[in-house]
């Protein structure tokens, strides 16, 4: 537990991963209808399209290069991050021919992100930074060595938009302690960032799979953590989400 406790002091300085995993193959069932004619990265939210949210947070904090998962309408997806190639290194990893989902997409990319800590970050949500960047808050309380994976969660009462109860328990230190019980709320929801050690992927069965496969081996040895995030967050999963979203954020 000593160690634990230390993983958490933020330590100054501590480097970005270098490489971010980019969860964009989804096909956004329940955004239809705006998903009917473009990807649901593609979707616009305060004038801009989701997965734009998404690469303005990595280029801040200085990630180098994403490698990014495509399946429904990945052309379109394709020619919009052509846009990035000034700016940031993109890699796609194809899954045209089978949605693998979260799980498989890793497992799809694995030979494309090295052994070193990676970002993971869905491209369905969409975050505001409070005093300190979310990515470099995970940054620096990234223990390689006490942790498989550290999940960027937000309190049950912050999650906006939100149709979930919750996910996490999390101990003093950092240590996730349970999942949420089946009909029971949770104190914490997975914001869809995290950073992990692509070492743990492995062991994994073929086609499609949850990450949650991961994250539970890691919970039963006790390296699965979680770290607040000190800004707002919110759940862009359907279209009535959208303007809830604008509205908040008009408002500050």
Do not use: C
Not at 10 to 16: G, H, L, M, R
């Amino acid at each position: 537990m000593r160690r634990a406790a230390l993983a958490l002091r933020p330590q100054p300085s501590a480097p970005v991963p270098r490489t971010a995993m980019v969860m964009a193959a989804g096909l956004g069932k329940r955004m239809r209808p705006l998903t009917a004619t473009r990807p649901k990265p593609l979707i616009e939210v305060a004038g801009k399209a989701l997965i734009d949210h998404v690469f303005d947070r990595l280029r801040a904090a200085g990630v180098e290069r994403a490698v990014v998962n495509v399946h429904y309408l990945a052309d379109a997806l394709e020619a919009h991050l052509a846009r990035y190639a000034s700016d940031i290194e993109i890699i796609v990893s194809d899954e045209r021919e089978r949605l693998l989902e979260t799980g498989g997409g890793l497992v799809k990319a694995r030979h494309l992100l090295g052994d070193e800590p990676i970002l993971v970050v869905n491209s369905d949500n969409l975050w505001v930074d409070g005093p300190v960047d979310a990515i470099r808050l995970l940054a620096d309380r990234w223990d390689g060595d006490v942790m498989d994976a550290l999940l960027l969660v937000v309190p049950f009462a912050r999650a906006y938009n939100h149709p979930g109860r919750g996910d996490f328990h999390i101990g003093g230190d950092g240590r996730i302690v349970a999942r949420r019980k089946q009909g029971r709320v949770a104190p914490f929801v997975y914001t869809g960032v995290q950073i992990l050690d692509p070492r743990v992927i492995e062991n994994h069965p073929d086609g499609p799979f949850s990450t949650n496969l991961f994250w539970n081996r890691s919970l039963e040895k006790e390296r699965l953590y979680g770290v607040v995030h000190q800004g707002m967050w919110f759940d862009v999963g359907s279209p009535k989400a959208i303007p809830a979203t604008e509205a908040v954020l008009a408002g500050g």
